[in-house]
C-alpha cells in the first residue's frame, strides 16, 4: 500500500490518522514525510489539552504539516496549469465519509474503525488482535514520554504467523466487540503486575457524585486487596495495584508513563452516561 518514498496525508486528526494507517501494515506504519490538513488552519488540528501536538512531534518528530494556507500556496503556483506537484504516494482521508459508514456511524464514533473493518475485510490485520502493527507507534511514544526501559515489563509480543480467523457470531455489533477470543489472547503480552488506572474527573464538569466516586474507589481498593490474597496462595497468580489519578493535575509525560504501566485503564465519561 505504502512505498519507502514520502508519504503525504491530508484532513485527519493526529492520533485517529496514524490508528488508520497502521492499522493497515505491520509490523511498522509507513514513515510521514508531511502531514497536509488542507480544511484547517494552523489551530483548528490542535486539541485543548495539547495532546494531538504532543503526539506528531513525540512519535512523527521529522514529520511537516501544512495548513489550509499552504494548500493554497500550492494550488496558487500551479493554477496555470504549466506546471503540477508530484507526491509518489499520498493517503486522501476523509472524517465526514468515515462517519457515514457503517462501523464509525452506527457503532463507534470512530473514523479509524473504518479503516481497521476495511483491512479486516482483506485479511492484512495480521497480528490485529495482539497490538503488534502498533508497536513501533507505541515505543515512540513512550521514549519521547521518558518511560524507563526498566519499567517496560510486558513481555514482548509474539505475532501469530498467519493471520487469526476470529469472527463474531453475526454482522453489527458482535462483528466489533465480539471479535477476540482465547486463540488471540494467548499471544498477548503478559505484565508482571495487573494494574488498574481510574481517571478521576471529580474536579472537571464531567464527574460523578462525590459518593458515587467514593465508592468506586472503594470497590475498586477491595478488588485489588482480594486479587493480591488470591496471589499469596496461587502463584500463577498476578499481584494486582490501583491507580487512582487526575490527569488535569499531571504533565503529558507523567500521563504516559503511567499509561505505559497500565493495564486496564477508564475514565468517567459523558460518553458512558
Not at 65 to 93: I, N, Q, Y
Not at 113 to 121: F, I, L, P, Q, R
Not at 215 to 225: A, Q, T, W
Amino acid at each position: 500500500m505504502f512505498s519507502q518514498k514520502e508519504t503525504t496525508t491530508s484532513e485527519h486528526t493526529a492520533q485517529e490518522l496514524a490508528f488508520s494507517v497502521s492499522s493497515s501494515l505491520h509490523p511498522a506504519p509507513p514513515k510521514f514525510d508531511r502531514t497536509i490538513f488542507i480544511n484547517s488552519n494552523a489551530d483548528g488540528w490542535r486539541d485543548d489539552p495539547g495532546f494531538n501536538s504532543y503526539f506528531v512531534r513525540g512519535v512523527f518528530p521529522s514529520m511537516s504539516v501544512e495548513h489550509r494556507e499552504d494548500w493554497a500556496d500550492r494550488v496558487k503556483a500551479s493554477e496555470t496549469g504549466d506546471r503540477a506537484w508530484l507526491l509518489p504516494t499520498a493517503l486522501l482521508v476523509d472524517r465526514s465519509a468515515a462517519h457515514r459508514g457503517r462501523v464509525c456511524g452506527s457503532l463507534t464514533q470512530r473514523t479509524a474503525s473504518e479503516a481497521w473493518e476495511g483491512m479486516h475485510k482483506l485479511g492484512k490485520l495480521r497480528g490485529r488482535h495482539v497490538g503488534g502493527w502498533w508497536e513501533p507507534v507505541r515505543k515512540a511514544m513512550w521514549d519521547f514520554a521518558g518511560v524507563p526501559l526498566s519499567e517496560r515489563k510486558i513481555q514482548d509480543i509474539q505475532v501469530p504467523k498467519r493471520d487469526l480467523e476470529i469472527r463474531g457470531s453475526d454482522e453489527g455489533n458482535a462483528e466489533i466487540l465480539h471479535g477476540v477470543g482465547k486463540e488471540a489472547q494467548r499471544f498477548l503480552g503478559v505484565p508482571e503486575t495487573v494494574v488498574i488506572t481510574y481517571i478521576s474527573r471529580q474536579r472537571s464538569r464531567r464527574k460523578l457524585t462525590t459518593e458515587d466516586h467514593n465508592r468506586l474507589v472503594e470497590e475498586l481498593k477491595r478488588l485489588v486487596e482480594r486479587k493480591n490474597e488470591e496471589a499469596k496462595t496461587d502463584k500463577k497468580k498476578k499481584k494486582w495495584k490501583l491507580n487512582v489519578i487526575e490527569a488535569e493535575r499531571m504533565t503529558k509525560d507523567e500521563q504516559i508513563q503511567v499509561a505505559a504501566k497500565t493495564t486496564v485503564s477508564f475514565p468517567i465519561s459523558r460518553r458512558f452516561a
